[in-house]
Every structure is written in structure tokens, then in C-alpha cells.
């Protein structure tokens, strides 16, 4: 019941930036949590950068101070800045959602992901 359109990415040397985003359309009662998640070949899905509707943003370790994680409500979008990137993070990148279907389901959300884009990052 959420669609998720994904842009962004791309091909960019060691240092260099890159800008995705996401947005959700549908029908949803709310969005709770967007985020970003990454997978890179042969390695296991792994958090990136979250947003909750109201609170603290969180990240991985690894890519802190260096990406930035925002959210537009008013377009249920949600955008991933990656600063001073390095060929680690090189991966398929995808868009996560976290909401409610209608006012009922109120504390059982359902999750969406993106399709996915590629950022590769070139030494």
C-alpha cells in the first residue's frame, strides 16, 4: 500500500558527494520511521541512517560525521547526503519505511523498501 521512488546514486570518486531520496506515495494512515539501508556484494543488509517521525536520528558508525539523514513530511520524503565517501561504501542502497495501513493498525506497522539504487565509489 506504499510505493517507494528512489534517486539518486551514481558512480563518484573517493571524496566526493552523493544525494538519494526517497519518496513514498500511497495509502497510509502515517509514517513512523524512513531510513537507508545498504548491501553491499556478499555482505548482509545493514542499517545506514534512520529518522523517526519525532526523535533522534541515528546512524551507523561508520558513517557518521559524514552523512546527514532528513525527512520532509509535508512530501513523506526522505533524503540521505553522503559526504567525503569512500570505496567501503560502495553498495546497493535502499529506502525504508515504517507506517501505519489506516488508524486501526495503530501499533502494528508494516514495513517497505525501495527497489534499490547503486552507489559505487571509485578509489
Known amino acids: 500500500q506504499v510505493h517507494l521512488v528512489e534517486s539518486g546514486g551514481g558512480l563518484v570518486q573517493a571524496g566526493g558527494s552523493l544525494r538519494l531520496s526517497c519518496e513514498a506515495s500511497?495509502?497510509?494512515?502515517?509514517?513512523?520511521?524512513m531510513g537507508w539501508y545498504r548491501q553491499a556484494p556478499g555482505k548482509q543488509r545493514e542499517l545506514v541512517a534512520t529518522?523517526?517521525?519525532?526523535?533522534?536520528?541515528n546512524y551507523a558508525d561508520s558513517v557518521k560525521g559524514r552523512f546527514t539523514i532528513s525527512r520532509d513530511n509535508a512530501k513523506n520524503s526522505v533524503t540521505l547526503q553522503m559526504n567525503a565517501l569512500k570505496p567501503e561504501d560502495t553498495a546497493v542502497y535502499y529506502c525504508?519505511?515504517?507506517?501505519?495501513?489506516?488508524?486501526?493498525?495503530?501499533?502494528?506497522?508494516?514495513?517497505?523498501w525501495g527497489q534499490g539504487t547503486q552507489v559505487t565509489v571509485s578509489a
Open positions: 500511497g495509502r497510509f494512515f502515517s509514517i513512523n520511521t
Open positions: 525504508y519505511v515504517n507506517y501505519y495501513v489506516n488508524y486501526f493498525s495503530i501499533g502494528v506497522p508494516e514495513d517497505t
Open positions: 529518522i523517526p517521525s519525532g526523535g533522534r536520528t
